[in-house]
T-cell receptor, first 115, second 114 residues
Framework: AQKITQTQPGMFVQEKEAVTLDCTYD???????LFWYKQPSSGEMIFLIY??????QNATEGRYSLNFQKARKSANLVISASQLGDSAMYFC????????????FGAGTRLFVKA | GAGVSQSPSNKVTEKGKDVELRCDPI?????LYWYRQRLGQGLEFLIY????????KSGLPSDRFSAERTGESVSTLTIQRTQQEDSAVYLC????????????FGPGTRLTVL
C-alpha cells in the first residue's frame, strides 16, 4: 500500500533555531517523487521542495532542505533559522511513478515557532 | 488567470441537496486534482485528470461523488445527496504534465452541510 506517515502532530521550535519534521513513506515503486507543502492558517497550500527517488543529492531550497534516506524510506524536512512566519501546518506527499500523477499526502505536522 | 481559482469560496447546504464545486486551473496545466480536507486533518485524494486520459477516480469515497473536466480547462466536482460528513474544504490543484511538477492549489471551497 502507498502511505505517508508523519508522526509528529505538533512541534515547537525557538526562533532562529533549526527544526526537522519527520516523514516516512511506504511504496513498492522504485521511482517516485517526494514533496513538502506548507499550509499557513490562511489555508493556502504552498509548495516548498521536491526530491526525486533517483536524485543523488538532497534537495535544497533556501532555508529548506530535504534529508532523503532512501533505504529507510524517510524524507525529513529541515528548516534552518526558523522564523515566526514558519508557523504553519507542513505536509509531506509522495507521487509513485506507477500512480501516474496521483499524489498521497500525510496527515501533517503543525509547527509553532516561539519568539 | 494567474492562479487556480475555485468557486464558490463558501457553500452552505442542507442535508440531501446536491452541490457543484468549480475549479479553473492554470492555463496550460494538463493535470488537475481534487482533494478533501476535513478540519484539522490532511489532504484526502479524490480524483485526478491528466489530459485526455481516463481520470483516476480511486479516491472518490462513494458514488455520490463525481467529477468532470472539459478538455484541459474547467473541472466540476459534484456531490449528490449531501451528508453532514461531507462538510470539509475541497481543494483543487493543477500542474504541468511533469512527474516532478509541483501542484498549484486553489483557495478551496468550504462546504458546510447542515
Amino acid at each position: 500500500a502507498q502511505k505517508i506517515t508523519q508522526t509528529q502532530p505538533g512541534m515547537f521550535v525557538q526562533e532562529k533555531e533549526a527544526v526537522t519534521l519527520d516523514c516516512t513513506y511506504d511504496t513498492s515503486d522504485q521511482s517516485y517523487g517526494l514533496f513538502w507543502y506548507k499550509q499557513p492558517s490562511s489555508g493556502e497550500m504552498i509548495f516548498l521542495i521536491y526530491q526525486g527517488s533517483y536524485d543523488e543529492q538532497n534537495a535544497t531550497e533556501g532555508r529548506y532542505s530535504l534529508n532523503f534516506q532512501k533505504a529507510r524510506k524517510s524524507a525529513n524536512l529541515v528548516i534552518s533559522a526558523s522564523q515566526l512566519g514558519d508557523s504553519a501546518m507542513y505536509f509531506c506527499a509522495m507521487r509513485p511513478y506507477t500512480g501516474g500523477f496521483k499524489t498521497i499526502f500525510g496527515a501533517g505536522t503543525r509547527l509553532f515557532v516561539k519568539a | 488567470g494567474a492562479g487556480v481559482s475555485q468557486s464558490p469560496s463558501n457553500k452552505v447546504t442542507e442535508k440531501g441537496k446536491d452541490v457543484e464545486l468549480r475549479c479553473d486551473p492554470i492555463s496550460g496545466h494538463t493535470a488537475l486534482y481534487w482533494y478533501r480536507q476535513r478540519l484539522g486533518q490532511g489532504l484526502e485524494f479524490l480524483i485526478y485528470f491528466q489530459g485526455n486520459s481516463a481520470p483516476d477516480k480511486s479516491g472518490l469515497p462513494s458514488d455520490r461523488f463525481s467529477a468532470e473536466r472539459t478538455g484541459e480547462s474547467v473541472s466540476t466536482l459534484t456531490i449528490q445527496r449531501t451528508q453532514q460528513e461531507d462538510s470539509a474544504v475541497y481543494l483543487c490543484a493543477s500542474s504541468l504534465a511533469s512527474f516532478g511538477g509541483e501542484q498549484f492549489f486553489g483557495p478551496g471551497t468550504r462546504l458546510t452541510v447542515l
